[in-house]
Each structure stands twice: as structure tokens, then as C-alpha cells.
């Protein structure tokens, strides 16, 4: 894609602020026409830079009080382990996120429970249980210093 103009990071950050807002809305906010504007959202959705929308829940109301960074070191790197280990850390709905990394371990895996007990449960009865995993360390978040979402644009 070609780089971005000052128009097309204006239009960027506002849809990370706030995507619900009205094309007429978002138009004024970048100085510009409805028609012209809707083309520039049209083009990066088609472009895939702008992947979809969302709504941000809270953890908190939802009854999620823990959060857990999971380190995994993998027993082998085969594709077939490999393959089946993602497709099942995919199918778990408490995690929210999972890297594969360089470094001494080999995928990092972010996670959410009610509270530690759950978050325990979690980890002895499913995630020790994933295809390849050998070995396990695991912290906690204390608190969430910032989680805005937000990508730079054209930095």
C-alpha cells in the first residue's frame, strides 16, 4: 500500500477513538466531504488496514479478575505439533492472546479467569494438557498500566 497521506492518518486515529461515529461525523473531523471520506475508509478496509470494528469490554464487569501471562517452552518445533498446539490455544476462549516468541520460551500466552483459583484450574487442567508443551512458567498481572489498542499511525 502506498504510504499514508495526513488525511488518511487523520481518519486512522479517529476510527481508533471512536469507530462508531457517523461517516458524516468522522468527514468533519478530517475536513473533508462524506463522499471523499467514505472512499478513503472504503479503500483501507479493502486494503486490510483497517482489519474490522469492535467493541472494547471490560474484564472487570465481565467477572474476569485475573490476568495471566502463561511462557511456554515446546518440547519439539515440529509443524504438526506445532499446528496442533495453535489450534487448540485458539479454541480456548479464556485466552486473549498468544505469541510466538524468540528467546528462551517459545510462545507466550495471555489469559483471563475469574480468579486464581479458575486461573489455576486453566492452566493444570487445559494448558499443560496442549499438544508439545514442556515447560511452564507463569506470572500474574498486578495492574494494567496501559491497554489503549491503539496502533501508531505513520510514526
Same mark, same amino acid.
Given at each position: 500500500?502506498?504510504?499514508? *497521506?495526513?488525511? *488518511?492518518?487523520?481518519?486512522?486515529?479517529?476510527?481508533?477513538?471512536?469507530?462508531?461515529? %457517523?461517516?458524516?461525523?468522522?468527514?468533519?473531523?478530517?475536513?473533508?466531504?462524506?463522499?471523499?471520506?467514505?472512499?478513503?475508509?472504503?479503500?483501507?478496509?479493502?486494503?486490510?488496514?483497517?482489519?474490522?470494528?469492535?467493541?472494547?469490554?471490560?474484564?472487570?464487569?465481565?467477572?474476569?479478575?485475573?490476568?495471566?501471562?502463561?511462557?511456554?517452552?515446546?518440547? *519439539?518445533?515440529?509443524?504438526? %505439533?506445532?499446528?496442533?498446539?495453535?489450534?487448540?490455544?485458539?479454541?480456548?476462549?479464556?485466552?486473549?492472546?498468544?505469541?510466538?516468541?524468540?528467546?528462551?520460551?517459545?510462545?507466550?500466552?495471555?489469559?483471563?479467569?475469574? *480468579?486464581?483459583?479458575?486461573?489455576? %484450574?486453566?492452566?493444570?487442567?487445559?494448558?499443560?494438557?496442549?499438544?508439545?508443551?514442556?515447560?511452564?512458567? %507463569?506470572?500474574?498481572?498486578?495492574?494494567?498500566?496501559?491497554?489503549?489498542?491503539?496502533?501508531?499511525?505513520?510514526?
Amino acid at each position: 500500500m502506498k504510504p499514508f *497521506d495526513p488525511t *488518511d492518518k487523520a481518519i486512522l486515529l479517529a476510527l481508533q477513538r471512536d469507530a462508531r461515529q %457517523t461517516m458524516a461525523e468522522l468527514a468533519e473531523h478530517v475536513s473533508l466531504s462524506q463522499s471523499p471520506c467514505w472512499r478513503r475508509v472504503r479503500q483501507l478496509e479493502e486494503s486490510g488496514v483497517i482489519e474490522g470494528y469492535h467493541a472494547a469490554l471490560s474484564r472487570k464487569h465481565l467477572g474476569y479478575g485475573v490476568t495471566g501471562f502463561i511462557h511456554l517452552q515446546m518440547q *519439539d518445533h515440529t509443524a504438526e %505439533t506445532t499446528a496442533a498446539f495453535e489450534r487448540e490455544v485458539m479454541a480456548l476462549p479464556q485466552v486473549v492472546a498468544c505469541h510466538n516468541l524468540s528467546g528462551n520460551y517459545d510462545y507466550l500466552i495471555e489469559a483471563v479467569e475469574a *480468579d486464581l483459583e479458575s486461573f489455576s %484450574t486453566l492452566v493444570r487442567n487445559k494448558i499443560r494438557c496442549l499438544p508439545g508443551v514442556k515447560e511452564i512458567a %507463569t506470572s500474574f498481572s498486578l495492574k494494567e498500566v496501559k491497554a489503549s489498542g491503539s496502533l501508531p499511525v505513520g510514526t
